[in-house]
């Protein structure tokens, strides 16, 4: 069983390595492009899963993962499932600030309407904020590269003074406790 | 100019959208070149309809006029409208021989026998298909020009495509394109869309199937570009074996386009933990519809992201080899059923 460890491999100079994982690959590409096209000063690595555990085989390949995003698309209970189930398959030590949730599709009219609910629960649990994006138009896709980018940058400790932990105390979308109610 | 054509004429220009209207106009050929140099397509649908109306006043137009004019609208645009498969059988020696103008005598003679209220035209499109419009009346009404029937008779072969045909009118089309074609009856066939060239190409087996061969993999270094190199799928080998095993089922290129799939099952209830429907003696009837723009390309589409589990059904993977989207599946296996489906 292949878990996801945090710190089981050394850093590379100067790099970033993002994981995105969802069950649309065709959202999942469009994100990557989009998160590499943007211009950073670091180099960006982006690896895609559909879900977790990995396969064995790229274990050597993989280079340390800093930031773990989980998309899911609220209109499918399935993509919500998938995250959920690939949970188990992480080093704790990655709910430390390195995990969060993009939830896509919200503004769809067909809402399922316990799925959302579900989502904040679950982000709750895992201590992991919740961000919210549509991958519809270039500049939807454009600004939340740029909100991955900047978190990528303080997850994989090129900000000095900075890190993923502190940053997930300040983020406001990181809920306080399973108990209270979200924010409206 | 009569009553009735003014309506008939409104309600076809309005269908027809702004794009296409000089085309279209310049094919029917009815308004003179002066006439139709003075029409500024630039400006509102609205104005340009008036002076289309008033030119025609002019010209002297008649119910056929407005006729052409309506068949040349559906000609170019086939697939707003939905269309049923038939299928002749049992033809004579000379039924594939079609003689054109035999063809449309003996077809005109026949229904005006039956109705006398009929109002037909003809058209030879490309494609070899002869497109007929069929307005019905009854003995003492006049025909209803905004609800006629369509039928493409594709020569050279025993089918036939009708749109919008009314159940009670049903027996007298399908009497008078048997005499015409000199064949023994026609039959309807479980096949429905939108898109006629599909249906056609599915009826005729024009669309290039799958076949078994080894697919030798395109090397992927020269194509994909600077950025894509820092993406990395994890999964890429299943991502590769899915998408290989739905060439295999669907093929590699275009599918065509059905909108539905419908499967009514009249099989017995199974399942051992309710008791109250099980073991009824007679069949449970339940009907699973797929419907989707693209029905075949979004059921390919499933198979690659991996959502649909394979391998994939048979009954929904034959549909393109079969040419059918209507089925009933009964207790001895799916197939044609016993009683005609309506």
Known sequence: ?184 | MEDSVIPFLEKTLQRIPSSSLKSILNEWGFLTAQQLQDLHFQQSKHILHNKVLAFCEENGMRIRHVIQLDMIYNCEYPNKRNWSVYQFSGQEDDALVLNMTEFSQKFKVNLKDLLRHVSIGMKKCEDDAVWIRVAWGDNFTKPNQFKPTYVVYQLQTPYVFISNLNVKHRPLLSQALVIATKHDEIKEIQLRGRCLKSLKDLVLRRYKQSFQTHQLKPLQERNSPERDQGIVHEHAKRLADLKEVATQTFGDGPLPKLETAVFKLETKFKDPENRILTNRPEPFRCAVKFSSPSFLESLKSLVTLGVASTPVSPLLSSIPQKARNHFVISERGPGVPSTPAP
Not at chain 1, 14 to 25: E, F, Q, R
Request: no cysteine; proline share 6%.
């Open chain 1, 1 to 184: 069983m292949s878990v996801l460890k945090t710190f089981n491999k050394l850093p590379e100079l100067n790099t970033a390595n993002i994981m995105l994982v969802g069950s649309d690959v065709s959202d999942l590409e469009k994100l990557s492009r989009s998160i590499m096209d943007e211009n950073h000063s670091f180099n960006v690595n982006v690896r895609l899963a559909q879900s977790l555990p990995l396969p064995v085989e790229n274990e050597d390949s993989r280079p340390r993962i800093d930031l773990l995003v989980f998309m899911v698309n609220l209109r499918s209970s399935y993509s919500l499932s998938l995250a959920e189930s690939s949970l188990k398959f992480i080093d704790p030590h990655y709910f430390l600030g390195k995990v969060y949730f993009l939830a896509t599709g919200a503004r769809s009219s067909h809402l399922s309407s316990d799925l959302l609910p579900s989502l904040r629960k679950l982000s709750a649990s895992s201590h992991s904020p919740v961000l919210f994006a549509d991958l519809e138009s270039d500049s939807d896709r454009l600004s939340v590269a740029r909100r991955f980018l900047t978190l990528l940058r303080i997850a994989a400790g090129l900000v000095p003074g900075a890190s993923a932990l502190f940053l997930n105390t300040l983020l406001k979308g990181a809920p306080a406790s399973a108990n209270e109610d979200p924010p409206n």
